[in-house]
């Protein structure tokens, strides 16, 4: 779990001084407004705890078996079925947090809103760093690989200038899905295609072309969108969110508060531990192109 469990407040008053006395109630509305905003489990499947500092892992084969399943004769010996060319590989705990101070005059005016706007900075800050993290160890994985799958799209900015009712397989923005499934199931490595990450633009650029009805196109490829703009416009990420990778939490969110004496202030400091492992790289399939003119 990335966070803890939540803090009843027994009826009593909510007031900056008794929320930097008791710094777990930080640390639930942080959960409140991190979690929402979190791509992590579109990405990743999680693996609970880590311990050690450090995720130990083995990256998948360039195919999902060494030889094959056969007939067996009577009385024969039955095949040797060994995942091959396997990599052992270590993915560090990463520590991702930040602080800010509140000072004495705030707290005793109980200036309820300057705590809030700080925390929902703080929030805003972790949320883009673990996503960035998330979609960093992702690309260099996808990057790293010698035969990385990719397919070429027709422009989905181009697409705006055709008609939905007049679009065909070239000018579909979507039809490309089509072409990175087939590339996922011609390899065999059991993944099922379900999370299409793209950049913010891009997605207006779907919403634009199939307004009300994208939902109910994704769906019929089962697909979920994610965006962030981590991802390079114009590019975007086809994969299977069980099979690709795994995050572990070494420590959960944790909030701490410390008098700053010299500076009449409170320090409010939060901060996350863990890890992100790609185990399949193999089964990312990445999109190109879908931003050009043409």
Do not use: C, H
């Not at 009577?74 to 079925?81: D, H, K, L, R, S």
């Not at 913010?200 to 994704?218: E, F, G, I, T």
């Amino acid at each position: 779990m990335i966070f803890p469990g939540e803090v009843k407040t027994a009826g009593d008053q909510i007031t900056v001084d008794l929320m930097l006395q008791q710094p777990t109630r930080i640390a639930n509305y942080l959960k409140d407004t991190i979690t929402p905003n979190l791509i992590l489990d579109q990405l990743y499947s999680s693996i609970g705890g880590v311990k050690g500092g450090a995720i130990l892992f083995t990256k998948g084969g360039l195919s999902p078996y060494a030889e094959t399943v056969d007939t067996i004769a009577p009385g024969a010996e039955y095949p040797t079925v060994r995942t091959a060319e396997l990599e052992q590989a270590i993915a560090p705990v990463e520590k991702i947090g930040g602080k800010f101070y509140i000072s004495d005059e705030a707290v005793d005016r109980n200036e309820m809103t300057e705590l809030r706007l700080n925390t929902q900075r703080l929030s805003n800050s972790i949320v883009r760093a673990l996503n960035k993290q998330a979609i960093q160890v992702l690309l260099a994985a996808y990057s790293a690989q010698s035969n990385a799958k990719e397919v070429k799209s027709a422009s989905w900015k181009a697409a705006l200038a055709t008609a939905k009712l007049n679009a065909s397989a070239s000018t579909d923005p979507l039809a490309v899905l089509a072409d990175a499934t087939a590339l996922l199931e011609a390899a065999e490595l059991g993944a099922t295609p379900n999370t299409l990450v793209v950049n913010p633009k891009d997605r207006a650029n779907l919403v634009k072309m199939y307004q009300s009805d994208l939902k109910d196109v994704l769906a019929v490829w089962g697909v979920t969108l994610v965006t962030t703009p981590v991802i390079a416009e114009g590019e975007g990420y086809l994969l299977d969110r069980n099979t690709t990778g795994s995050y572990g939490v070494e420590k959960p969110l944790t909030v701490e508060t410390d008098r700053v004496v010299g500076n009449d202030a409170t320090m409010v400091k939060a901060s996350v531990r863990m890890a992100f492992a790609v185990t399949s790289p193999q089964s990312v399939v990445k999109l190109t192109n879908l931003n050009s003119a043409k």
